[in-house]
């Protein structure tokens, strides 16, 4: 049974950092994709990050909203996967959420950071990031 928990949520200063952990079980981490999602209140869910497996040379996408300020990486041999957020800002308010297709690679359609939904497609259940003075 494929599981995402995220964490490391929480309130930061306009201009901080965070880092966001995601654990993942119940499949062969190495072999798939993995993406980071978040949501607003009241608005719909944006992708912002993804990054491929071995097969697609572990390349990084983001999304333009955070390009710059958000970098993620994985560490196969934990299972985990990383988004480190700098320079947080009131609008990255949302809860923050990994999220896997069991795809290879990540699905990125004009610019955009999409995940296909399957079987097998899950999404962790959620970390919040508060970002205020």
């Not at 309130?11 to 499949?27: D, E, I, K």
């Not at 390349?59 to 990486?73: E, M």
């Amino acid at each position: 049974q494929v599981q995402l928990a995220e964490s490391g949520g929480g309130l930061v200063q306009p201009g901080g950092s965070l880092r966001l952990s995601c654990a993942a079980s119940g499949f062969t981490f190495e072999l798939y994709s993995i993406g980071w999602f978040r949501q607003a209140p009241g608005k719909g869910r944006e992708g912002l990050s993804c990054i491929n497996s071995n097969s697609g040379d572990y390349t990084a996408h983001y999304a333009d909203s955070v390009k710059g300020r958000f970098s993620i990486s994985r560490d196969n041999a934990k299972n985990m996967v990383y988004l480190q957020m700098d320079n947080l800002q009131p609008d990255d308010t949302a809860t923050y959420y990994c999220a896997t297709d069991l795809h290879p690679s990540c699905t990125v359609i004009s610019g955009y950071i999409l995940i296909q939904n399957g079987p097998h497609t899950t999404f962790g259940k959620g970390t919040l990031v508060t970002v205020s003075s």
